[in-house]
Every structure is written in C-alpha cells, then in structure tokens.
C-alpha cells in the first residue's frame, strides 16, 4: 500500500505511542459525555489498529513497531470497555491541552481515567464527592510502556509499586498524583 519509504497518509506514527491512547481516552470521553453510545475506532491489526500484525510493520523505520505487540491505546479501549453497563460522569480539565480524563461508575466502584498529553512532567488533583480512604492508581507511561505493549496479560494483572502501581490516599475526597510525560492512569476506588 503506497510507495516504498513514505507513510500512507491514513497512517499515524502516535497510533502506537502513548500520545495516541492519551488521544482515544480524550475522544472516547467527549463522545461518551454528549450521550454517543457506540463508536467504531481503528482497525484490529497494522499501522492502523490496536495492535500490531505477527510480522510487523511494513515501514519498521518510519513505524516503529514490535511484531504481535498491542498499542497503549488497547489498554485506553480496556480500561474503558471495562466499565460495561456503567455510566460516564460529566467532568472537567483545568487544562484540557495537557491534562484531561474521564470518570466511570459502575454500581459502588469509580474509575478515572487520566492521561498527561504533553511531554512535561503533570501533577493532578482529582476531586469526587464521597470518595474516601485509598485509590488504585495503575500507571502507564514510558517506563512500563515495554510491559504494557508485549506482555499486556501481564501489565493488566500488576500488583506492586514497581511494577506501576500505586495506592494513594484520599484527603477531603481529592487525591492528587504526578503524570509522566503522556502517562495514561487508571485509578479505581470504591465510593
């Protein structure tokens, strides 16, 4: 497809970065909040999907993927598709060009889902009525971008601090948390 050494023009470098599934999560949100119920985002495999082919990219130095390996934007889809049933509660960036998230509900369980899209370090503060004692807060970010993209059973069943996962505590229904730059979190919590 297209000429040897050059892109196709369909086809986006961020689709496999951590700025693309910063990217989903922020589209994903704005849809979901003005009631849209079913959408149709990229293909299954290849450049323009959520994962790559067994063979890898036909490109590999202008797409630099790894053969079978999923994009960040699968764990974005995931962490999102995994609140099924639930409902997306209205929220609200103070600064939507380098910070932006969505908060999901499902019966007693709340999931927010954060994302840094600049290439700065972000500190957050995120506040929700009723929320109290500790947060889950599931880090996806340059240093677990390895794990997250070639061994995604693995990244979604992490327990441990080293391993990208952190228990915050919740004062006055807020916690607050330091981005990396285009980290994407999952935070869970109990309400």
């Known amino acids: 497809e297209g000429e040897p050494g050059v892109l196709p023009l369909s086809v986006d470098p961020r ?14 949100k704005y849809l979901s909040e003005a009631g849209v119920r079913s959408v149709t985002y990229y293909e299954t495999s290849g450049w323009r999907g959520v994962q790559e082919t067994e063979m890898g990219s036909r490109e590999p130095d202008l797409f630099q993927s790894t053969p079978a390996s999923v994009f960040p934007l699968f764990h974005t889809m995931a962490y999102f598709g995994g ?3 639930g409902e997306i509660i209205p929220s609200a ?21 954060i994302t840094n899209l600049t290439a700065e370090e972000q500190k957050v503060r995120v506040s929700y009525a009723g929320l109290n004692g500790t947060v889950r807060a599931e880090i996806m970010d ?3 971008f390895e794990t997250a993209t070639e061994s ?17 505590e919740v ?4 916690f607050e948390l330091t981005l990396a730059p285009f980290a994407l979190v999952c935070a869970k919590a109990a309400v």
């Open 152 to 168: 995604p059973e693995r990244f979604r069943l992490r327990k441990t601090e080293e391993q990208g996962v952190k228990i915050v």
């Open 83 to 85: 609140v099924k049933g």
């Open 15 to 28: 689709q496999m970065s951590l700025f693309g599934a910063g990217w989903t999560l922020g589209s994903l």
């Open 171 to 174: 004062t006055n229904e807020t």
């Open 142 to 144: 340059e240093a677990f």
């Open 93 to 113: 960036s103070s600064n939507t060009l380098r910070v932006d998230g969505a908060i999901l509900r499902k019966g007693k369980w709340v999931r927010f889902l």
